[in-house]
């Protein structure tokens, strides 16, 4: 029942027309609440593709959550176990682990792990933004819909519950420049303790 997102990109024609084959098959074969793909079908159609292990939802990231208990080597374990078989289908020059920076504690803690994963392998990191909306004032909509989306799911919402100022904002899920990013890096890193900053990457 668990799914995890995972971006991919086709690289030329061969790639695009692989990720077309991937959406037919998980819309007709793979669906269960949501289209999905396993590593069996990415493996046959991976060629001309590249992937990167996108935001807090994807698998790396639920798999350091989940061992967070047991401590850092649980988690190296469980990415090398679990998540390095899915970057070895698509090799290091196709493959890339996404960096992301947020006030999401998870976030923080998700980047250390990812950093040492990458570094033990080999991997290419890739500092990249969440995005849900195309511009910063398109905050309250996403929050507004987010809710929404709660409450089909039958959970109880007030208007107590959404987000009245953007510095309550744990992100700010819109596209955004080079600039930007660093200044959101800046602002991340300056709740962090010396030992668990990115001062080695």
């Given at each position: 029942k668990r799914r995890h997102h995972l971006v991919?990109?086709?690289?030329n024609d061969v790639g695009?027309?692989?990720?077309?084959?991937?959406?037919?098959?998980?819309?007709?074969n793979?669906?269960?609440?949501?289209?999905?793909?396993?590593?069996?079908i990415l493996d046959q159609y991976k060629e001309g593709l590249i992937i990167s292990t996108?935001?807090?939802?994807?698998?790396?990231?639920?798999?350091?959550f989940r061992e967070e208990k047991n401590g850092d080597q649980a988690i190296q374990n469980a990415l090398d176990n679990e998540f390095k078989p899915l970057m070895d289908i698509f090799g290091k020059e196709n493959a890339n682990i996404e960096?992301?920076?947020?006030?999401l504690p998870v976030q923080a803690l998700s980047n250390k792990h990812l950093i040492k994963f990458a570094q033990r392998h080999g991997?290419?990191?890739?500092?990249?933004?969440?995005?849900?909306?195309?511009?910063?004032?398109?905050?309250?909509?996403?929050?507004?819909y987010r809710l929404m989306a709660r409450q089909s799911k039958g959970y109880d919402?007030?208007?107590?519950?959404?987000?009245?100022?953007?510095?309550?904002?744990?992100?700010?899920?819109?596209?955004?420049?080079?600039?930007?990013m660093y200044a959101s890096y800046l602002e991340m890193v300056k709740t962090f303790p010396n030992e668990d900053r990115y001062d080695d990457i």
């Amino acid at each position: 029942k668990r799914r995890h997102h995972l971006v991919i990109v086709a690289k030329n024609d061969v790639g695009l027309k692989n990720l077309f084959k991937l959406t037919s098959w998980s819309f007709r074969n793979g669906f269960y609440r949501y289209p999905r793909l396993d590593f069996k079908i990415l493996d046959q159609y991976k060629e001309g593709l590249i992937i990167s292990t996108a935001c807090v939802a994807g698998m790396p990231n639920w798999l350091v959550f989940r061992e967070e208990k047991n401590g850092d080597q649980a988690i190296q374990n469980a990415l090398d176990n679990e998540f390095k078989p899915l970057m070895d289908i698509f090799g290091k020059e196709n493959a890339n682990i996404e960096l992301q920076f947020n006030k999401l504690p998870v976030q923080a803690l998700s980047n250390k792990h990812l950093i040492k994963f990458a570094q033990r392998h080999g991997y290419n990191l890739l500092a990249t933004c969440d995005n849900h909306y195309a511009q910063p004032k398109s905050w309250k909509d996403r929050e507004l819909y987010r809710l929404m989306a709660r409450q089909s799911k039958g959970y109880d919402i007030s208007k107590d519950d959404l987000v009245q100022t953007i510095e309550q904002l744990d992100c700010e899920l819109y596209v955004k420049n080079g600039d930007q990013m660093y200044a959101s890096y800046l602002e991340m890193v300056k709740t962090f303790p010396n030992e668990d900053r990115y001062d080695d990457i």
